[in-house]
T-cell receptor, first 115, second 112 residues
């Protein structure tokens, strides 16, 4: 158990457009989901914490109006990159906690390329 | 300053060698996890340690949680090319929330 999916796995978009990334917990309910950004061969950078039914909590330096997060249900959170620019190109990964536990289960990631 | 100092950052070794990766902090953690990540994929949980002094083994991988729950190590015996990847430690601060703190990661390459 504890499978997290992400869609799409890869996306290429033009500068100025918006892109939505979905994160789903397939076999458990996730009270909390997390969104990370990762640069090549570097660790994960937490962008925001998403709780079902409430506003996301963004980390310092992350623009909440640019990275819109919605956690509509206990199994789905979405990240929308609005007005994307080439510098937003990155690997975006979501994760979910199963209940209030100390373990996170990660999605496979989404490679975003903005041209 | 990183809350969780992970070292080394890069490691390139030959097949059959042993290696150890360290995660150190001045803070106490309720729990600490080790993950392995391959390029283009999400991290995969290897182990969770919660008790000071705890040692867990996963085939050729040995994980240890420090007695004071401030540090942890991952030891790989007789490394194989399939062990290549990014190893991440993540800790949950004692008395804190369920938001983990990640180390910088260790990029391991095992040459055949």
């Amino acid at each position: 158990g504890a499978v997290v999916s992400q869609h799409p796995s890869r996306v290429i978009c033009k500068s100025g457009t918006s892109v939505k990334i979905e994160c789903r917990s397939l076999d458990f309910q996730a009270t909390t989901m997390f969104w990370y950004r990762q640069f090549p061969k570097q660790s994960l950078m937490l962008m925001a914490t998403s709780n079902e039914g409430s506003k996301a909590t963004y980390e310092q330096g992350v623009e909440k109006d640019k990275f819109l997060i919605n956690h509509a249900s206990l199994t789905l959170s979405t990240l929308t990159v609005t007005s994307a620019h080439p510098e937003d190109s990155s690997f975006y990964i979501c994760s979910a906690n199963r209940g209030n536990t100390y373990e996170q289960y990660f999605g496979p990631g989404t490679r975003l390329t903005v041209t | 300053t990183q809350l969780l100092e992970q070292s080394p950052q890069f490691l390139s070794i030959q097949e059959g060698e042993n290696l150890t990766v360290y995660c150190n902090s001045s803070s106490v953690f309720s729990s600490l996890q080790w993950y392995r990540q391959e390029p283009g994929e999400g991290p995969v949980l290897l182990v969770t340690v919660v008790t000071g002094g705890e040692v867990k083994k996963l085939k050729r991988l040995t994980f240890q949680f420090g007695d004071a729950r401030k540090d942890s190590s991952l030891h790989i015996t007789a490394a194989q090319p399939g062990d290549t990847g990014l190893y991440l430690c993540a800790g949950y601060l004692s008395g804190g929330s369920y938001i983990p703190t990640f180390g910088r990661g260790t990029s391991l390459i095992v040459h055949p």
